[in-house]
């Protein structure tokens, strides 16, 4: 399949291009990018004028629930929302049922992902064996199969020995740590921000301290012993501060926050508002403050959605019973061009947080526009306008804090692998050659 895609704005931080040029993908990977590129024979042609053309989006961290909870999501339902949010490689976690900690399991995600043909999937195995943060799992076979992390995301490693030696193994496997940083001690049964939001609404809270406390463990396993980490979903000044000193002192710490954190406030779950529960929570306005400066001055050079569907059995309950999690494919390149368009963050440097930056963190193709590199390419209208309506996303999830939200910015196409996989007219295409 050739496509010739023309008179786009492509945005790629990769290689700084930003520029209304042509873009020619053949063979699967990026063939040609100029000025008045010349269709093949054989070639589709689409006129992207006015849109922008940027490398597929990279997410480091999603839930496709499959296998055990397909009643959340599948495979083949979670990457089809991821492709209609513009996303084309996920990298998902290992809660699934059971855990993915060993071969079966990973090879089974990885051939549902080849039945869907949407989305890359790059599976991540677990820490710890059933996730039970007692003895570590078998990482090269996990490695050998596919994985290209481990994490127990959703899941804190209590035990620092357990943490130590995870980070040395992993590393021998050339896989890394994606760190859940939580005490439990300290979150106990809470249930969102501890704040005066909490106070008035009489729930439990979780302190900034849970995640801070756990964060500065594991980097000082890092400072003395070697070795990194990714640390997932960073929601607070005080984990952009640690995060900023340990990246100061040279150490190899990368972190990610996600949509919600950047967008919302612990105002959010007034009125016991189920679908901002999320973990860890949504905070204050100076720690949602702090994680845009993280994201400006490069301390957290990823976004990722921490995808997290559920059914609506889980949400549509007392908070206190409810699941945590936002269902975040969907919404998160919308909220992400709208910090762009608040000045805070420049398209180029936003971009990059969710393209050559996973790529290089993780160790993944694409990322980029450059010539033979993946042909995973988005399509974007960035004038768009559009309300959330959960009902109509393609992921199983419909928990998000967003219904009814008018969001600007739409993902007219997706390419993966230069096939089109999405379009806003069409929806999902499913076109095997």
Known sequence: MKWLISNGRIVDPASGRDEVVDLLLDGGVVAGIGKGLEAPRGC??????????????????????????????TVASGCAAAVKGGITSVMCMANTNPVNDCASVTSYILEKARLAGLARVYPVGSVTKGMAGESLSEMGELADCGCVAVSDDGRPVPNGEIMRRAIQYAAAFGLFVIDHAEDLNLAGDGVMHEGYVSTMLGLE?????????EMAR?????????????????????AVDLIRHARAEGLKVSAETCPHY??????????????????PPIRTVDDREA?????????????????????????????????????????????????VESGRIGLMDAVARWTVNPARVAGLPGGTLADRAPADVVIV????????????????GKNTPLAGMELTGQVVSTFVGGRKVYDREEGIIVKTE
């Open 44 to 73: 589709e042609k689409m006129d992207a004028a006015g849109f922008l053309v940027m490398p597929g989006f990279i997410d480091m961290h999603c839930h496709l629930r499959e296998p055990g909870f397909e009643y959340k999501e």
């Open 205 to 213: 809270g979780i302190p900034a301290a849970a995640a801070v406390s």
């Open 218 to 238: 594991n980097i000082a396993i890092i400072r003395e012993f070697g070795g990194r980490i990714h640390i997932a979903h960073v929601s607070s000044r005080g």
């Open 262 to 279: 950047f967008t919302l406030t612990h105002e959010a779950v007034i009125g016991y508002d189920t679908s901002a529960k999320v973990k």
């Open 291 to 339: 994680v845009i400066e993280g994201l400006v001055d490069g301390t957290i050079e990823v976004i990722a959605t921490d995808h997290a569907p559920h059914h609506r059995d889980e949400k549509d309950v007392e908070f206190d019973h409810a699941a945590f999690g936002i269902s975040g494919f969907e919404t998160a390149l919308a909220l992400t061009l709208s910090l």
């Open 381 to 396: 209208d960035q004038s768009a306008k559009w309300t959330v309506e959960p009902g109509s996303f393609l992921s199983r």
